[in-house]
């Protein structure tokens, strides 16, 4: 019987794969077969990602996603060198705490050039010709916290919800060109970057947002078995759907 998420001799571009998410997804697809195009910033971050991946012929593409206008030229000198891709995985991202007062226009930018403008930028870039397989996928990372409010989040918030109605969007337009496009919504998930969130919080607000999730908070793990699901061959009809992965969460 044929594994419907075997990724063998298939190349996908895995966004933040310096840390947390992006690297849980990166090795994810790896064990799979996939070849891993891995990017970020940090060179020396993503070397340490590549020594954890399974089997060869992996990538590092240093490269800065807040450039959004570069990136569709990138993306079609990375299919020149390295072949054709069959999906694209668009896991970086900032998180933000920042109560609607202390809200000022640059940290509002920054975070949502990396967050969403990337995502606009990196499906330009995967449409054109000669870029991507005639059936290829996009994933974004989106979040429960573009579905459900919480305070101090306003500005992240808004970059996650706008996400799953890119996604929505994108689906229709490119299914023209073969690609589909999901995203995937998160609960809170043990990376550093929201370990680093919780810190900050004290300790009653943690214990009431463990409470909020009645399977326990999640681990990157969970989060990268659903992108790989999008992406093989099990997520062959699925198209412009969030696909929430948050310990219910949101089904309270």
Not at 57 to 82: N, R
Not at 134 to 155: D, H, Y
């Amino acid at each position: 019987m044929v594994n419907p998420m075997d990724m063998m001799g298939r190349c996908m571009i895995v966004t933040g794969a310096s840390s947390g998410l992006g690297r849980e997804i990166a090795t994810c697809l790896s064990r799979l077969g996939a070849r891993v195009i891995l990017v970020a910033r940090n060179r020396q971050n993503l070397e340490q990602t590549a020594g954890m991946l399974d089997g060869k012929d992996h990538v590092i593409e240093p490269f800065d996603l807040s450039q959004c206008d570069e990136i569709p030229p990138w993306m079609k000198g990375l299919a020149k060198k390295h072949g054709l891709l069959d999906g694209v995985v668009h896991s970086a991202g900032i998180q933000l705490t920042r109560p609607i007062k202390d809200w000022n226009s640059t940290d509002c930018e920054r975070l949502m050039n990396v967050n969403l403008n990337a995502c606009f930028a990196l499906a330009k870039g995967f449409r054109q010709k000669g870029v991507h397989k005639q059936i290829s996928g996009i994933v974004f990372l989106s979040s429960v916290a573009g579905l459900v409010a919480e305070p101090g989040l306003a500005i992240y918030t808004a970059s996650k919800s706008a996400i799953i109605g890119l996604t929505r969007c994108l689906a229709i337009e490119l299914v023209r060109d073969g690609i589909r496009v999901n995203a995937i919504a998160p609960g809170f998930i043990h990376t550093e970057m929201v370990d680093g969130l919780l810190d900050c919080m004290p300790p009653e607000y943690l214990a009431t947002l463990a409470a909020k999730h009645p399977l326990g908070l999640g681990k990157p793990r969970d989060v990268a078995h659903a992108v790989a699901f999008l992406l093989a061959d099990t997520g062959r009809w699925i198209t412009g759907t969030t696909l929430v992965v948050d310990g219910g969460y949101t089904a309270q």
